[in-house]
């Protein structure tokens, strides 16, 4: 969804969910109201969401608003990579190639498996006791 210059998509990864604006600017990137480096103390999280930017070399034309909930940090960033990828293919679908060839507009569809009954985990069961 575009309105103006404003690019807004949405990613998913595992329980996470992301809401992605990408507004015209110097690059600057802010989620859930704190700078990227407070939010992802990782060097690798930082790195993997930023990697669209990078690639397309769009990283100092971007500001990036991001509102994400769910999961824990390495798949927020997941789902803020493909979130920001399908925001950047709005903004330009000729890079739709670019980002295609580099994976980032797959959805990463491993969940959590459940569990199942009479078992401990989803796959683990109960210690067998012979005696």
């Known amino acids: 969804m575009e309105s103006g210059n404003v690019f807004y998509a949405t990613g998913k990864r595992k329980d996470s969910v992301a809401k992605v604006w ?14 990227l480096n407070e939010y992802f103390e990782l060097n690798v999280t930082r790195d993997l ?6 690639l397309t070399e769009k990283s100092d034309v971007f500001d990036v608003k991001v509102t994400v909930m769910g999961g ?28 295609k060839s580099a994976g980032f507009l797959t959805r990463d569809a491993r969940k ?20």
């Open 72 to 99: 824990g940090k390495t798949g927020q960033a997941g789902a803020i990579r493909l979130g920001v990828s399908k925001a950047l293919e709005l903004s330009d679908p000729d890079l739709r190639g670019v980002l």
């Open 49 to 54: 969401l930023s990697a669209p930017l990078v």
């Open 112 to 131: 959590k498996e459940r569990k199942k009954y009479g078992k401990k985990g989803a796959r683990a069961s109960f210690q067998f006791s012979k005696r």
């Open 22 to 35: 990408l507004t015209p600017g110097n690059g600057k990137i802010v989620v859930n109201n704190k700078d």
